[in-house]
């Protein structure tokens, strides 16, 4: 459990850091000033989302042999941290959007749901579960990794990002796929 919990919470987190749901957990968190149906919103759209991606990889890999499976996985992952380097942006309008009928978690559910759409860490859950082959312990390490990378900015607000300096963030989101991609390419 801990060998997939682990590397899938980590690689998730490294991916959050500057991501643009991080930077949509900034906005709703300006904008509503309501943090637990924030919270309650990303973790139902991230298990949601992550499930069914961790499935997908999961299911993809049922199809593969292992030798194309482990090339596939290799190139995914270094592609990943290839694309770890080039810098997110969310559009600033987003960030005034009205509540509207759906309410503060509403809201927050259907962005977050919308934005993990091909995003990086939706695709790096694909992988996960592609890797790992376990759709359940790699979704509860993936939302437990976008958990651990949105809530402080929800709290913390402006100030993560001042703090945080974003290369230096996604560099080291880069490394760590990086050495999923030798890791994998390896057999381990």
């Not at 759209?45 to 961790?54: D, F, I, P, Q, R």
């Not at 100030?159 to 974003?166: G, N, Q, V």
């Amino acid at each position: 459990m801990l060998e997939i919990l682990s590397p899938s919470t980590f690689a998730v987190v490294a991916a959050e850091i500057g991501d643009k749901t991080q930077l949509l957990a900034l906005c709703l968190a300006a904008r509503f000033h309501r943090p637990v149906p924030i919270i309650l919103g990303i973790l139902a759209a991230t298990v949601l989302n992550h499930g069914l991606a961790s499935l997908l990889g999961a299911s993809i890999a049922e199809w593969l042999t292992p030798n194309v499976l482990r090339w596939v996985l290799t190139a995914s992952f270094a592609a990943m941290a290839v694309w770890m380097l080039i810098p997110d942006e969310i559009d600033e309008a987003s960030c005034d959007r009205t509540v509207g009928r759906f309410g503060v978690f509403g809201t927050t559910f259907v962005l977050f749901f919308l934005a993990e759409m091909g995003d990086k860490t939706q695709l790096a859950t694909v992988a996960l579960g592609a890797h790992f082959q376990d759709a359940f312990w790699v979704t509860v390490g993936t939302t437990l990794g976008m958990l651990i990378a949105d809530v402080p900015a929800i709290f913390i607000g402006n100030k993560l990002s001042e703090k945080l300096k974003p290369a230096v963030m996604r560099r080291i989101a880069a490394v760590v796929f990086a050495a999923f991609a030798v890791l994998t390419y390896l057999g381990m």
